[in-house]
């Protein structure tokens, strides 16, 4: 036997190595979306059918095929599970090497196997050899046209297949925000202050949303309260803070695999001159902000529609952030 007698292994090993350089160097292109196809669903169920029986007599070609899509579907499932109890986890790096792993290992059985067997049994891809397999010249053109439907089904399901995988949705589109403490962490908000007190907090935004996006921040000073009776929020006073922004943010994919890096964070410096129990909020608008109403001559806004924008926060259509704030005397 020559190394054409193991082309079907050999030829399963390279593309598997192939595979793992196209996700590290090619992560985006096509031809890691149609190996990855074959890599998960088909590879692993061939070289482990091949290395089971590697004689001619025990498997005819159509059982090898379908045990090695079966197969297939079983065993990556399998790795997922062994990978979930070990340090590493189901992500896709550790995947990667396991399957690729093991798709060589039992290649190079396959291939050890099939040298030592009496009767080897070795794919050979001719329009002969389909044409034996399918018995074509015994059939009737009834199963002849039947055979030509069969085929043309599965071309057309692969296809689709293809195209789905391809040409796949884009993820949720959502933006993260976020404020941290003065150190960076999600810890030691200035939650308490004296009048006039200078207090920082940073402010933080990452973009999903599959586009470029401009984003404009608010922040208002507010004084409400909850009412029992008619299940209403009341708005006492509300007075807008100094320090309103806008940053324009590309698109940044999800990164699951890696660790989580900001995209753009500010400080933002603030000081309350006003005594009593304060909310202060933090309002993100995408593309263009709202129109504001004139200012009133005390500045409070709370009996105007901006208080609009405060109750739709509250109500989860604004997408915002607030501190509860105590100013002492």
Avoid: C
């Avoid at 290395?51 to 025990?58: C, H, I, N, S």
């Avoid at 039947?146 to 949720?172: C, D, R």
């Amino acid at each position: 036997m020559d190394w054409r007698d193991y082309w079907d292994l050999i030829t399963i090993i390279a593309l598997s190595l192939i595979l793992d350089f196209l996700i590290a160097f090619y992560p985006d292109s096509l031809l890691r979306k149609a190996l990855g196809l074959a890599f998960v669903l088909f590879f692993p169920g061939y070289v482990f059918i091949t290395a089971l029986f590697p004689e001619k007599k025990e498997l005819d070609n159509l059982e090898r095929l379908a045990l090695s899509f079966g197969l297939s579907i079983a065993i990556v499932p399998l790795i997922g599970l062994g990978l979930n109890y070990t340090p590493w986890g189901i992500r896709l790096k550790p995947i990667l090497v396991s399957l690729t792993a093991f798709n060589v290992a039992f290649a190079l059985i396959a291939i050890y196997r099939r040298r030592n067997a009496i009767y080897p049994w070795v794919p050979r891809i001719t329009l002969e050899k389909i044409k034996e397999e399918l018995g074509w010249e015994q059939s009737s053109r009834l199963d002849k046209a039947l055979t030509v439907v069969l085929i043309i089904a599965i071309m057309t399901s692969i296809g689709t297949l293809a195209y789905v995988v391809t040409h796949s949705k884009p993820g949720e589109a959502f933006t993260e925000f976020y404020i941290l403490g003065p150190e960076g962490k999600a810890a030691d908000y200035p939650t308490e202050l004296f009048i006039g007190e200078n207090a920082t907090v940073i402010i933080g935004i990452v973009n999903h949303e599959h586009r470029n996006v401009t984003y404009y921040v608010q922040t208002w000073l507010v004084n409400l309260t909850w009412d029992n009776t008619t299940n209403t929020t009341i708005i006492h006073e509300m007075y807008p803070m100094p320090g309103w922004f806008n940053v324009t943010l590309p698109h940044v994919p999800v990164d699951i695999e890696g660790n989580w890096t900001p995209q753009f964070e500010t400080n933002y410096t603030f000081s309350i001159n006003r005594p009593g129990k304060w909310q202060l909020w933090f309002l993100l608008f995408k593309d263009e902000p709202p129109e504001l109403p004139p200012a009133p001559p005390d500045g409070n806004y709370a009996e105007t529609e901006a208080k609009n924008l405060i109750l739709d926060a509250i109500n989860g259509t604004t997408q915002s952030l607030k501190l509860n704030i105590q100013v002492l005397e």
